[in-house]
Structure formats: C-alpha cells, structure tokens
C-alpha cells in the first residue's frame, strides 16, 4: 500500500523560512513526477511545485518563484520543498503528490496528473 507521509510544516513568522519533506512507502517513485500542492481555508488545492524524476526539470507557480525550491532524494524516495521568505499568503495545508505512472517525463500543474497524495502539513505564516 502506497504512503506518502508530510513533515516540516508549523507556524513560522513573514519572512521566515521551513522545509517540508514528503516521504513515500509501498513503492519506489524514483522514475516518476513528484509534486507539492497546497489548499488554503475556503480555496480549492492549486499547484506549487513539481520535479522531474532526474531532478532536473522543475515547474514552479509564479507567485513562489524565487523563494521556494523542490527538491528530491530517489534514493530516500523522498521529494523536499524549501520555503524561504514566507509570506502569510502562503497559509495553507501542504500536500504532496506521485503521479503513478512514468510518462509524461515531464512535470504538471494539473491535479488530475496524480495519483497518490499525502494527507497534509499545515503551513501558518502570521504578520
């Protein structure tokens, strides 16, 4: 049975910085699209990162570029995002996401793409 298992989230002030970790169980995903979404209070779950397999290719929504960067370790099948200069617009439950298959290569925005999520790490950024 395939985990995925959050960690890292908490309440941070503006500016500051967390790291959330995503590690994944039941099944190696070292050659499949790894993904962060996240869902604020009263908002639908929209995309905010994505990794290639190889790590090479990332996708990022506009509004983090610059301050959060995706990450992964295969051989830990784990995918990270680093969060640096927090804003409390980015007060969210964070989640990650496996796309089950191998093709397309590269990443998506689209939710639709993933097949396994995890249940969730709470973000809070106060003012």
């Known amino acids: 049975q395939v985990q995925l298992v959050e960690s890292g989230g908490g309440l941070v002030q503006a500016g500051g910085s967390l790291r959330l970790s995503c590690a994944a169980s039941g099944r190696t995903f070292s050659r499949n699209v790894m993904a962060w979404f996240r869902e604020a209070p009263g908002q639908e779950r929209e995309f905010v990162a994505a990794v290639s397999w190889s790590g090479d290719i990332t996708d990022y929504k506009d509004s983090v570029k610059g301050r959060f960067t995706i990450s992964r370790d295969n051989a830990k099948n784990t995918v990270y995002l680093q969060m640096n200069r927090l804003q409390p617009e980015d007060t969210a439950d964070y989640f990650c996401?496996?796309?089950?298959?191998?093709?397309?290569?590269?990443?998506?925005?689209?939710?639709?793409?993933?097949?396994?999520w995890g249940q969730g790490t709470q973000v809070t950024v106060s003012s």
């Open positions: 996401a496996v796309r089950s298959g191998i093709y397309p290569y590269t990443p998506s925005r689209s939710r639709e793409e993933y097949d396994y």
